[in-house]
């Protein structure tokens, strides 16, 4: 599956944003997908993932109550909503898939084949 992050940018601390990942060639809804996140000097890490049909999903804590994610396999998008972000939530964010029909998710990146080209998230403080 091929993946298309979009709708990054430069926002004030406590502002939002919506990332869109458009996904093209296999069965979307075959996949589990997730949103990871990697700034300056890190590793990457797992902000929130979603099972196949929307039913589970999984935040880190950092972000839980801020981020929201939600899929529309009609349209082979994921979504991610992020509010009242802060400096710390700047980094580039990818999509990724990972072939799973289970309810589980998982937020290691290793399990996750398929990723997104990243975009930019810059929050100023």
């Known amino acids: 599956v091929q993946l298309q992050a979009s709708g990054g940018g430069l926002v004030q601390a406590g502002g939002s944003l919506r990332l869109s990942c458009a996904a093209s060639?296999?069965?979307?809804?075959?996949?589990?997908m997730g949103w990871f996140r990697q700034a300056p000097g890190k590793e990457r890490e797992s902000v929130a993932t979603i099972s196949w049909n929307g039913g589970t999903t999984l935040y880190a804590d950092s972000v839980k109550g801020r981020f929201t994610i939600s899929r529309d396999n009609a349209k082979n998008t994921v979504s991610l909503q992020m509010n009242s972000l802060k400096p710390e939530d700047t980094a580039v964010y990818y999509c990724a898939a990972r072939f799973s029909r289970s309810s589980t998710v998982v937020a290691d990146k290793k399990y996750y084949r398929s990723w997104g080209q990243g975009t930019q998230v810059t929050v100023s403080s």
């Open positions: 060639g296999r069965t979307f809804s075959e996949y589990a």
